[in-house]
């Protein structure tokens, strides 16, 4: 991923600003639902897309002692940037057979396991690398994904754990699970969750397994469910600002400010005549004279094609929308008459509190969540990292820019 340490004195094309100062203080606020649980802030996929190695020193310093990767080469990478204090855990949880096991287990990296296969490969990987593994034994309570099934699955691991831990072979760090509904409020599926959480927890704890975290909840679960807090909660897409559902809430109820401002500079300004025809497919027609920008970011950027004609984009302090078909690297607004200069800003999403649109305005124009919106915005795209707020005494954040 492309990055920017400090503000460039030339203009791009378009960027990212991502503000550590915003992903600190939802940090801070996400601590504060979940008083009594210790915090991991989820870096996977290039933290969401804002940058996984800034954004996960800023989380830390804001009193993450975790931090969530999906695959261990993600882990890996952040052990080695030397970005995170040793005593900072790191826990991968997305494993296929032959994986760097032995790699993760040298960098104390905590892995999951929800199958004998895993648990066999990570065993070999300890006996090689002189050392024991992490473990955390991670059970299905109904999402249908990752995780050991209830019964005789899970007691045939829980079984084997135990006596690869006697053999100082591994440590069973933790267990955990993954909620499936979280964030739609009343699915009956979240309590049936917990119930079975809470009996595949018992029966690990009563064959001898002494875990330093048991964790289940999610964002939107830190957020509303305290019941499901346990020691660890693992805080994904609300550690970036975003309300991971609008049924629960907009960012600001729960005192969270998006992260990320995505936007370019206008690469072209032309008027028009009525009737023209606007990019492929001439999907849009002017209906009058009117003049039109060129917005150079396109679906090879990870702007979402389906919002063709759906769009909106802030131009001169005026919302517009996407004109006919968004391209590999462009697309076009319709000014209505308007004429900024070209090099003018064309504000994509932001937080929202300057007019602009947010990443939640983009999902329901592309029919899509906002996860996908941020997560998706391409190596193209520099990162440009802002912080208002100066650090705190020892805090280890980034400075202001």
Known sequence: MSTTAHLPTAPLRARAEIDLAALRANVRALRAHAPGAALMAVVKSEAYGHGAVPCARAAVAAGATWLGTATPEEALVLRASGAVPADVRIL????????????????????SVSAMWALREVTE???????????????????????????????????????????????????????????????????????????????????????????????????TLPESHFDLVRTGIAVYGISPSPELGTPADFGLRPVMTLSASLALVKQVPGGHGVSYGHRYTTAGDTTLGLVPLGYADGIPRHASGTGPVLVGGKWRTVAGRIAMDQFVVDLGGDEPEPGARAVLFGPGDRGEPTAEDWAQAAGTIAYEIVTRIGTRVPRVYTDSEAPESGDGGEPPR
């Open 92 to 111: 991968c949880w997305l494993w296929t057979p032959g994986g760097p096991w032995r790699e993760a287990v040298e960098a104390d990296v905590d892995v």
């Open 125 to 223: 990987a300890a006996k090689i690398a002189g050392r024991p593994a992490r473990v955390q034994l991670k059970a299905d309570t109904g999402l249908g994904r990752g995780g050991c099934q209830p019964g005789g699955d899970w007691a045939e691991l829980v079984g084997a754990a135990l006596a690869a831990e006697r053999d100082g072979l591994l440590r069973i760090t933790g267990l955990w699970s993954h909620f499936a509904c979280a964030d739609e409020p009343g699915h009956p599926s979240i309590a049936a969750q917990l119930d079975l959480f809470r009996r595949m927890l018992a029966y690990a704890e009563g064959e001898g397994v002494r875990p330093e975290v048991r964790h289940i909840a999610n964002s939107p679960a830190t957020l």
